[in-house]
T-cell receptor, first 117, second 111 residues
Framework: GAVVSQHPSRVICKSGTSVKIECRSLDFQATTMFWYRQFPKQSLMLMATSNEGSKATYEQGVEKDKFLINHASLTLSTLTVTSAHPEDSSFYICSADFRVLGYNEQFFGPGTRLTVL | AQTVTQSQPEMSVQEAETVTLSCTYDTSESNYYLFWYKQPPSRQMILVIR??????QNATENRFSVNFQKAAKSFSLKISDSQLGDTAMYFCAFSNNDMRFGAGTRLTVKP
């Protein structure tokens, strides 16, 4: 149980276009989902916390107008990279909060590799 | 703000031997959780072990165990009987409401 999927797994787009990445909790409901960014050979950096039915909370330095997050249901959060540029190329990972044995554990999606040409 | 430090960018170990990965963290919180995650080449994050800060007993999961020193804010991971499949990036993470990761340690298990 507690499976998180991401779609697409890989996407290549032209500079200036927008790309949407979906994060779904397949067998549980997640009030909170998280979006991370991981550059090659680096760690995961939290971009934003997405709460169902409310605005996302962005980390310092993350442009909210560029990285639009929508958490419209308890099983789906989307990240839209608007007007993408080559420097936005990265590996994007989502996770979903699920209460396990008295505490909230994060379950991670498989990630989406974004390449902006 | 919480910070997590992994001071070993790379480590290697012979198959069947034991290796310890280091992690320190900084926080003013008293209640939190600590994790070790494994990230193989597939990039899927896999939970290895977790520790609740209010528990003094060190967590263990089969070949994986931690040495949690709360006063020193240290949380090291010991892998016993290392296997080739343990080769991966290992991230130490701190969680209160959200999760913060260390820079990672690349572990290579040699045959």
């Amino acid at each position: 149980g507690a499976v998180v999927s991401q779609h697409p797994s890989r996407v290549i787009c032209k500079s200036g276009t927008s790309v949407k990445i979906e994060c779904r909790s397949l067998d549980f409901q997640a009030t909170t989902m998280f979006w991370y960014r991981q550059f090659p050979k680096q760690s995961l950096m939290l971009m934003a916390t997405s709460n169902e039915g409310s605005k996302a909370t962005y980390e310092q330095g993350v442009e909210k107008d560029k990285f639009l997050i929508n958490h419209a249901s308890l099983t789906l959060s989307t990240l839209t990279v608007t007007s993408a540029h080559p420097e936005d190329s990265s590996f994007y990972i989502c996770s979903a909060d699920f209460r396990v044995l008295g505490y909230n554990e994060q379950f991670f999606g498989p990630g989406t590799r974004l390449t902006v040409l | 703000a919480q910070t997590v430090t992994q001071s070993q960018p790379e480590m290697s170990v012979q198959e069947a031997e034991t290796v310890t990965l280091s992690c320190t963290y900084d926080t003013s919180e008293s209640n939190y959780y600590l994790f070790w995650y494994k990230q193989p080449p597939s990039r899927q994050m896999i939970l290895v072990i977790r520790q609740e800060a209010y528990k003094q007993q060190n967590a263990t999961e089969n070949r994986f165990s931690v040495n949690f020193q709360k006063a020193a804010k240290s949380f090291s991971l010991k892998i016993s009987d290392s296997q080739l499949g343990d080769t991966a990036m290992y991230f130490c993470a701190f969680s209160n409401n959200d999760m913060r990761f260390g820079a990672g340690t690349r572990l290579t298990v040699k045959p």
